[in-house]
């Protein structure tokens, strides 16, 4: 009897040593100021060898926040989906935060700091995205921001210092190891970066106002840097191939320029002053 008891404890010992790991969704939720709204919703999984891993999701709402609003929505859509881990941190007044993830081991943070007001932050890492990493700050006043990702280990951020301004990086589906950087301290800027490919970068600063500035990348190690100091400054930046480099630097008011590199290892380097 002895033998047969000792036997079974280490059967037991071995499953639940053995076993798969099965830990749940986090959700970790701050609510300090006033009248401020919150919803997470975390669905599907089981954990294990067939199902993702769990989702973490985190929302404060700082004591001088009113009336702020964050969503996060993380989804395990199949198989090896999930272990994403979603932050957003408010303390201002009638800003929006969005977060949606329905892909595998992503990272987004949305912060709507003191002084922040009317702002909207949309990050989206759709079914088939991969280790992404998207990020944006806002302070300003009325703005807006997105960013979307459907590939693997690119990194995405958008910072916002001005009023009105509107940014949008878009990563698409079969994009690898993208960077795209928006930095906007002026007011009423527009910028868009889209890429379509591996290993690019491209950047856009835009410290003056009524600055638009448009980026598309589709190829590999193609890199791109915007710079807008002046007003009302028009840039847009084409780049399909390899190897391309490009920058626009436009520090005078009422200018424009379009750089269109169609092919591999071409240079070039705008100024306007």
Do not use: C, W
């Not at 609510?31 to 929302?59: K, R, S």
């Not at 996060?72 to 007044?93: E, P």
């Not at 084409?238 to 920058?247: F, K, P, R, S």
């Amino acid at each position: 009897m002895r033998t047969i008891k000792s036997a079974l404890l280490v059967l037991a010992a071995y499953a639940v040593f053995n076993a798969p790991a099965f830990a749940e969704d986090t959700v970790i939720l701050d609510q300090l100021g006033t009248l401020d709204t919150a919803n997470i919703n975390q669905t599907g999984g089981f954990g294990g060898p067939l199902h993702g891993v769990f989702n973490h999701a985190t929302v404060t709402q700082d004591v001088d926040s009113f009336q702020e609003t964050a969503t996060i929505i993380q989804n395990d859509t199949g198989i090896h989906y999930g272990g994403n881990v979603a932050n957003v941190y408010q303390d201002g007044a009638g800003d929006t935060a969005n977060v949606t993830q329905n892909g595998r081991l992503g990272e987004a943070n949305i912060q709507q700091n003191a002084g922040s007001l009317l702002n909207t932050a949309e990050i989206n890492q759709l079914v088939g995205s991969n280790s992404e990493l998207a990020g944006i700050v806002q302070t300003g006043s009325q703005n807006g921001a997105l960013i979307n990702q459907q590939g693997s280990d690119n990194e995405g951020t958008i910072t916002q210092r001005g009023d009105n301004g509107v940014a949008e990086i878009d990563q698409a589906l079969g994009s690898m190891g993208n960077f795209a950087g928006i930095e906007q301290t002026g007011s009423t800027d527009n910028a868009l970066i889209a890429q379509t490919g591996v290993n690019n970068f491209g950047t856009v600063t835009q410290n003056g106002n009524n600055d638009t500035a448009r980026m598309q990348q589709t190829g590999s190690l193609n890199r791109s840097v915007i710079v807008q100091t002046g007003n009302t400054d028009n840039a847009t930046v084409t780049q399909i191939g390899m190897n391309n480099d490009a920058t626009v630097t436009q520090l005078a008011n009422n200018k424009t320029a379009n750089v269109n590199q169609i092919g591999n290892n071409h240079f070039a380097n705008v100024v306007q002053n």
